[in-house]
C-alpha cells in the first residue's frame, strides 16, 4: 500500500505542492489528472523518492521512504518501475542494453535468459526485433514503449507512468492504455498513472484523483469523475479554456 | 550589498557541501569494492587511452622548450652539461604532472562533465535511480578509479618523453656534450624527485574526475546548463590543480627531505 501524507513541496519560493494526501491500495490503478505545469511530475518523483519534500511523508508498505538516503532507496526502489515522460532511456546504450540495465547487477540470470527476457518485454510493448538498435534512431512514441519495457521488464510490484500516451498517435495510445491494463492484471502490480489525456484516464484506472491548485481537489472513480457538476472538473474534463 | 555577498557565501559554502559528500560517497563506494570493472575498464580506454596524443606532444614540446632555453642561460655561465638535469629535475616533479593533468583536465574534465550533465537534464540520471542503481556507483566511481589509476602512467610517458626531446635537442640541435650532461641528468634528478610527480599526478587524476563528475552532476537545466557545468569543470579543476601543485610541493618536498 501507498500512502501520501500531507506533502508538501516548493521550489525556492514556488509552492508547487501544498498538502497533497491520498492513499493506493495494492493491485489498484490510480490515475492522476491535472493541468500541465500543475506538478504531477513532481507528486511522482515524491513517490519514488527522486525529491525530497519540504515536510509531508510518503509510506510505502508503510515505511516512510521521505528520511531514508539515497543508499536505503535502493533497496525500496527495486519495488518500483518507472515510465518517464521523456523516455529517459540511456543515449549510450543499444535499446537490449536499456532493457537489460535492470538485471546488470544480477548474477541470477544468465545472457541467454536476459536476452530472452529483453525480446519477451519488447514483443509485449510491441517492438520486436529493435534490439541493436540506438535510442537516437526511435521515434518518439517508439522511445517511450522502450522505456516502458525497461520499467516492466524484471516484473516491479509499482509501476508509475508520466503521461505515458501523450504526443503518441489514438492507435499506439490505445495499444499503450491495453498494456497498462494488462500489466496492473496480469501481474497484480499497483499502478499510478500521470496523464491528460482523459480517454486514457477512463479506461485504465480503478480510481481518478484530479490536482488542481498544488492540492487533491477530486478523487473518485473514473464515472463519479465523468459525471461531475463541480466547474473545475467540468472544465477540465470538456477542454475548455477559461474565457 | 551584504545579502549579495551573504548569498555568494552560502552559495560558495553549499557548493564545497555538496561536493564533499561527492567525493565521502565516492570513497566508501570504493571501500566497499561495489566496483564495476567493465566500466572502469572503458574509462581507462577513455581516459588513457584517447588522451595519448595530447599528452605525448605536451611532454615532447615541455622538454624542448626546457633544454633550449635551460641551454642558452647555462651557456653564458659555462655550465651547458646541467642543461639536461634542470630538464629532468622540472619534468619530473613540476612539469610533467602539472601540464599533463592540465590537458587531460581540459580533455577529460569537460568530456566527463558534459556526459553526466546530459545524463542530467535529460532526466538519465534519475531514471537510473529508479532502476536501484547508485548514480555515484555507477557514474562516478568508474572515472574516478580510472582517472586515479591513469594519470601517474600518463604523467610518465610525459616525462619520459619530454626527458627524450630535452636530449635531442639539446645534444643534437644545440651539441651539449652527450655523456656529461646525461650523467650530470642522472645525478641530479633523484627518485625522490620522479615519486613527487607520480604521488601528484595521482592527486591531480582524482581533481580531474571529482570536479568533472560534481560538476555534471548538479548541472542546471539546459543546453546552456551544460555548457556551463562543461567550462566550469575545466576553469575549477584547473585552478584547483595549480593551487595544489603548490602546496604539494612544500608538503612533498618536506616529506621527502626528512626521509
Ligand atoms: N527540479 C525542479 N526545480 C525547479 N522547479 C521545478 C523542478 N521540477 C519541476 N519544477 C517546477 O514545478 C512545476 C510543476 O512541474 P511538473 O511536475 O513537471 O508539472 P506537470 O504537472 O506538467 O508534470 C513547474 O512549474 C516546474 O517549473
Ligand atoms: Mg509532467
Not at chain 1, 517508439?142 to 489514438?170: H, S
Not at chain 1, 496492473?184 to 482523459?198: G, P, S
Not at chain 2, 601517474?152 to 610517458?157: D, G, H, S, V
Not at chain 2, 581533481?207 to 563528475?213: E, F, M, Q, R
Request: proline share 4%; net charge positive.
Amino acid at each position: 500500500m501507498i500512502e501520501v501524507r500531507d506533502l508538501k513541496k516548493s521550489f525556492g519560493p514556488q509552492p508547487i505542492l501544498d498538502g497533497v494526501s491520498f492513499q493506493i491500495e495494492t493491485g489498484e490503478s490510480l490515475v492522476i489528472i491535472g493541468r500541465s505545469g500543475g506538478g504531477k511530475s513532481v507528486l511522482l518523483k515524491h513517490i519514488i523518492g527522486l525529491l525530497q519534500p519540504n515536510s509531508g511523508a510518503v509510506l510505502i508498505d508503510s515505511e516512510d521512504i521521505t528520511r531514508m538516503s539515497e543508499r536505503e532507496l535502493i533497496r525500496v526502489r527495486s519495488k518500483f518501475g518507472m515510465v518517464f515522460q521523456g523516455a529517459a532511456l540511456f543515449d549510450s546504450m543499444t535499446v537490449a542494453e536499456n532493457v537489460a540495465f535492470p538485471f546488470r547487477r544480477q548474477k541470477k540470470f544468465t545472457e541467454k535468459e536476459i536476452a530472452r527476457k529483453v525480446a519477451e518485454a519488447l514483443d509485449m510493448v510491441e517492438l520486436p526485433g529493435i534490439e541493436k538498435k540506438r535510442p537516437s534512431e526511435l521515434s518518439g512514441g517508439m522511445r517511450k514503449r522502450v522505456g516502458l519495457a525497461r520499467a516492466i521488464v524484471y516484473q516491479p510490484q509499482i509501476v508509475l507512468y508520466d503521461e505515458p500516451t501523450t504526443g503518441l498517435d489514438p492507435i499506439v495510445s490505445d495499444s499503450i492504455d491495453k498494456l497498462i491494463i494488462r500489466v496492473t492484471e496480469c501481474l497484480k502490480v499497483t499502478t499510478i498513472v500521470v496523464t491528460h489525456d482523459m480517454r486514457s484516464a477512463r479506461r485504465v484506472g480503478h480510481r481518478i484523483v484530479m490536482l488542481h491548485n498544488k492540492k487533491i481537489y477530486a478523487s473518485g472513480t473514473p464515472e463519479d469523475i465523468f459525471a461531475s457538476k463541480d466547474p473545475v472538473v467540468r472544465q477540465f474534463i470538456d477542454g475548455v479554456a477559461d474565457p | 550589498m551584504t545579502s549579495l555577498a551573504q548569498r555568494f557565501i552560502t552559495g560558495c559554502l553549499q557548493g564545497l557541501g555538496s561536493y564533499a559528500l561527492l567525493v565521502k560517497e565516492s570513497l566508501f563506494s570504493l571501500l566497499t569494492f561495489k566496483i564495476a570493472w567493465r566500466d572502469v575498464t572503458y574509462q581507462i580506454y577513455f581516459i588513457g587511452v584517447k588522451s595519448q596524443p595530447v599528452v605525448l606532444i605536451t611532454g615532447a614540446f615541455t622538454g624542448m622548450v626546457l633544454a633550449a632555453q635551460a641551454y642558452y642561460q647555462f651557456h653564458q655561465v659555462k655550465m651547458d652539461t646541467a642543461t639536461l638535469a634542470l630538464v629532468g629535475v622540472s619534468m619530473c616533479s613540476e612539469l610533467g604532472p602539472v601540464l599533463t593533468s592540465l590537458m587531460v583536465a581540459g580533455r577529460v574534465g569537460a568530456a566527463i562533465a558534459a556526459e553526466i550533465g546530459t545524463m542530467r537534464v535529460t532526466e538519465q540520471i534519475d531514471a537510473l535511480r529508479t532502476l536501484a542503481t547508485h548514480p555515484i556507483d555507477y557514474l562516478v566511481v568508474p572515472r574516478l578509479l580510472a582517472a586515479i589509476l591513469v594519470m601517474p602512467i600518463l604523467t610518465a610517458e610525459a616525462i619520459t618523453i619530454g626527458i627524450a626531446g630535452g636530449y635531442g635537442v639539446g645534444v643534437g640541435l644545440l651539441g651539449i656534450d652527450a655523456t656529461y650532461s646525461w650523467h650530470n641528468m642522472l645525478r641530479y634528478t633523484t627518485i625522490p624527485d620522479y615519486a613527487i610527480g607520480l604521488i601528484k599526478s595521482v592527486i591531480f587524476g582524482g581533481i580531474i574526475a571529482s570536479i568533472g563528475c560534481y560538476k555534471g552532476m548538479s548541472c542546471r537545466e539546459g543546453a546552456e546548463g551544460v555548457g556551463q557545468a562543461t567550462t566550469e569543470a575545466v576553469m575549477y579543476s584547473s585552478i584547483v590543480i595549480l593551487i595544489t601543485n603548490f602546496f604539494l610541493t612544500l608538503l612533498l618536498g618536506r616529506l621527502f627531505h626528512i626521509i
